[in-house]
């Protein structure tokens, strides 16, 4: 009798039949999205209602559900969690629904420069800014002591942190996997040094012209190659991912990590835990991410996740009514002190309590208005997978063959001449 009174609760605050419901495919998180979807449903007052569907843990794995689906004009994709990288691939298979101007314009409002770019393709906002993450350079303030170094106060470059690591006997916390973290690192020191790995994005796949045999690719060859070859980045480094150069870091060996921010949450969590000292984390500093050349501003590394509205949804105004309500500055907010995923709204960062819960919540800000996106083409997963396969291990990358090899790869790969 108990469950049947309380059914009959529910039903009777239940909203209406005709109801839009609207389906939103999430990345995997703690929570804070389906929350989001509970607290802007509550906020509709009826106009419609978001229901949550967790896609798949890794990101390739996420777009290859969602763009098989939306091959077949699936009508129940109305709101999707997207990686920036795949983007432009779904934009120009006409599978994103546009953005309506006034939307755009509100969406757009305050916020930071490179979640913007990873939000557009074809210098247009395809896509609704929501999270927006981005490498730090973390580093043992005593270790950059020793070695004259204040990386809080002024920019330091790759080449410093390296002959730091290597005057004093230990490692940097770089991510060499053969996956997509090494991407990352590759297309961040090209863009620092001024280049980019795709100079005609929009271009069909066998007119698409690559940048890596340039002097950007050659610098950044050489970077990856030294610290490699001098094992900079410690015996692990061809299979060192995110939580691998942490795990790094946090050793006797330990000296200067690029990594996102999820990092400082995980090590606070291990000194509450006991298997970290205070002390450690007392000598954790941070800074933005290294320049290549010094006097130019590094262009850090940009991940995050933008909204999108599916091309064959049934309710895209009210779609994009809810991405707006989710995306909302104070949202962002707190899905970062929730969940850990920084806004890319600027203002967000002003929040007392995401100021408290990260203290390096102004420098993550001013690394996301620095920050590039990875290469924004359709043919995106073609030129990461060819990055990988041409620049690994990081040992043998050499400036003087290495982007040219990579380049003809590719390029026959998008000819249809090679196959990854």
């Not at 090494?182 to 100079?199: D, K, Q």
């Not at 997963?381 to 990358?397: F, K």
Request: overall charge negative; proline content about 8%.
């Amino acid at each position: 009798m108990a469950v049947l009174a309380l059914g009959a609760g529910l039903a009777a605050c239940a909203p209406a039949d005709d109801t839009p419901v609207l389906t939103w495919y999430t990345n995997p998180d703690a929570g804070g999205q389906a929350l989001l979807a509970q607290q802007c449903t509550e906020e509709a007052g009826g106009a419609y209602r978001i229901e949550v569907s967790v896609l798949p843990r890794d990101a390739s794995s996420q777009r290859e559900q969602l763009a098989r689906r939306l091959a077949a004009a699936d009508s129940s994709i109305d709101l999707m969690s997207l990686d920036p990288p795949f983007i432009p691939e779904l934009a120009n298979a006409g599978f994103l629904a546009p953005v309506p101007e006034e939307i755009a314009d509100q969406v757009s409002q305050d916020v930071a420069e490179g979640a913007l770019q990873g939000a557009s393709w074809g210098d247009e906002l395809v896509t609704v800014p929501f999270w927006a993450n981005t490498q730090l350079l973390w580093y043992k303030k005593s270790v950059a002591e020793a070695a004259g170094l204040d990386p809080a106060e002024a920019p330091v470059t790759w080449d410093q942190v390296m002959d730091a690591a290597r005057d004093q006997d230990l490692t940097l916390g770089v991510q060499g996997i053969k996956a997509e973290a090494y991407t990352v690192w590759i297309n961040a020191l090209v863009e620092s040094a001024g280049g980019h790995i795709v100079e005609t994005p929009e271009a069909p796949a066998e007119d698409v012209a690559l940048g890596l045999e340039s002097d950007a690719g050659r610098e950044a060859a050489r970077i990856i190659g030294e610290i490699g070859a001098d094992r900079l980045g410690g015996a692990g480094l061809p299979t060192q991912d995110e939580n691998a150069s942490l795990t790094q870091f946090q050793g006797d060996s330990g000296s200067f990590m690029v990594n996102w921010p999820f990092v400082w949450p995980a090590m606070q969590g291990a000194v509450e835990d006991g298997t970290l000292d205070q002390s450690f984390l007392d000598d954790v500093g941070w800074a933005v991410y290294p320049q290549v050349a010094e006097g130019t501003d590094a262009a850090p590394p940009y991940g995050g996740i933008n909204l999108g509205v599916g091309a064959f949804s049934e309710h895209v105004d009210e779609a994009y009514e809810a991405a707006a309500c989710i995306v909302q500055p104070e949202n962002q907010a707190a899905y970062f002190v929730s969940d850990g995923n920084p806004p890319s709204s600027t203002v967000a960062y002003d929040d007392p309590e995401v100021q408290e819960t990260f203290p390096m919540a102004d420098v993550i800000r001013q690394s996301l208005e620095q920050a590039a996106p990875r290469p924004q083409t359709p043919y995106y997963n073609e030129v990461s997978q060819g990055l990988q396969e041409t620049w690994h291990p990081p040992a043998s990358v050499d400036p003087e063959s290495t982007p040219q090899e990579s380049t003809d790869f590719i390029t026959a790969v998008l000819r249809g001449e090679r196959l990854l």
